[in-house]
Each structure stands twice: as C-alpha cells, then as structure tokens.
C-alpha cells in the first residue's frame, strides 16, 4: 500500500506564496503519475499540476505562470510552489500517485490519495 502525506498548506495574503509538499511511502515499484488536485467548497475536485507518465508537465489554465510542480525522484516527493496567490486559489489541495507497489514476488497497480491540505487565501 503506497501512502501519501501532503505538508505546506496554510493561510497567506493574496499575492503571496507557499509551497506544498508530498511525499509517497511503502514499497514503490515505480510512479507513473504524481500530482496535485484541488476542491473548493462546492465545487468538483480538479486537476492543478501534475507529472504525467511521460514526465511532461500539465497545469491547469488557471494556475499557469503562478504555480510550479517540480519532484525529487530519490525521495518520491513532489512540489508545488504556488506564487502569487488569488482568493479563488483557495481550497483542499490533495496530492495523487499513480503507479505500481512491490508485494512479494508480485507488482500490483497503485491509485493513492493523500488525506489533503487546506490552502486559504482570503479575500
């Protein structure tokens, strides 16, 4: 079982700055995926930035040029600066991993969830 724990998240002024962190733990195989999502309050859960299975980078529209994913294979950690923030960036930020765990002799296909960390920008 692949285990993720996201940190960084907190309160901070409109144009300000934090940096989230995500670390992935148990016996990884390798990682497809890595990234990060967001839900505001009633609002549907969406995609912010992630590593895609080729390693290219995808964000979303709203965040381009304020946000930054960046990843420490080693440590199976991503990252995401966030810069200049907005109100409306306010939300749980969670992060996600794709990939394949190590059990016994065998390879299974991982989906995770971190338990999500609470981003505030107020207004």
């Known amino acids: 079982q692949v285990q993720l724990v996201e940190s960084g998240g907190g309160l901070a002024q409109a144009g300000g700055s934090l940096r989230l962190s995500c670390a992935a733990s148990g016996i990884i195989f390798s990682i497809n995926t890595m990234g990060w999502y967001r839900q505001a309050p009633e609002k549907q859960r969406e995609l912010v930035a992630v590593?895609?299975?080729?390693?290219?980078?995808n964000y979303a529209d709203s965040v381009k040029g304020r946000f930054t994913i960046s990843r420490d294979n080693a440590k199976n950690t991503v990252y995401l600066q966030m810069n200049s923030l907005k109100t409306e960036d306010t939300a749980v930020y969670y992060c996600?991993?794709?990939?394949?765990?190590?059990?016994?002799?065998?390879?299974?296909?991982?989906?995770?969830w971190g338990q999500g960390t609470q981003v505030t920008v107020p207004s």
């Open positions: 590593f895609t299975k080729g390693g290219s980078t």
């Open positions: 996600h991993a794709e990939g394949l765990s190590a059990s016994g002799s065998r390879l299974l296909a991982f989906a995770s």
